[in-house]
C-alpha cells in the first residue's frame, strides 16, 4: 500500500506542480517549514524535485550546534545535487538551485567550483522561450545573473 501511495505521489509531481514545489521553496521561512518540505518531496523521484530537496538539507545545517555535524550535513546534501547535475546536465532547475547555493554559501565552505558553469548554462536558456520561463524572474533575482 505504502509502495502504491509513493507511485501515486511520484506520478503526481507533474510539470506544472514542478512549480509549486518552486514557490514552496523560496517561501520556507524556518526550520519546521524546511523539515515539512523534506518530509513532503523526499520520496520524489523527480530530479528537479530532489535538487530542492537537497538544497533544503544543506540549509538545515545551520541549525545544528556541533560543527563537524554540520559539515557532514552540507558535503552530503553538496555531494547528491553535484551527483544530480552530473547526470542531468541540461536540466535548468538543478543548475539554478546549485547557482543559488553556491552563491549564498560561505566561501570557506569551498561550494563555488561551478558557478561560471551554472552562469553560462542558466545565462542560454534564458534567452529561450521554453516550459522554464516561470524561473526567468526567480534565477534574475536570486542569482548574480
Known sequence: MIGLLSLLFILFISSDNLKDVVKEFHELKSKESEVVFIANYRLSSEPSVV????AV?????????????????FKNGKRKLDSLVQS?????????????????TPSFLGYKDNIMEDKLFLRSKLDILDDS??????IYNNTSL
Open 51 to 54: 535538487g530542492y530537496v537537497c
Open 57 to 73: 538539507q544543506m540549509k538545515q545545517a545551520r541549525y545544528g550546534y556541533n560543527p563537524i555535524l554540520k559539515l557532514r550535513i
Open 88 to 104: 542531468n546536465p541540461t536540466n535548468v532547475h538543478l543548475r539554478y538551485v546549485r547557482l543559488f547555493l553556491q552563491e549564498k
Open 133 to 138: 520561463d516561470y524561473l526567468d524572474s526567480l
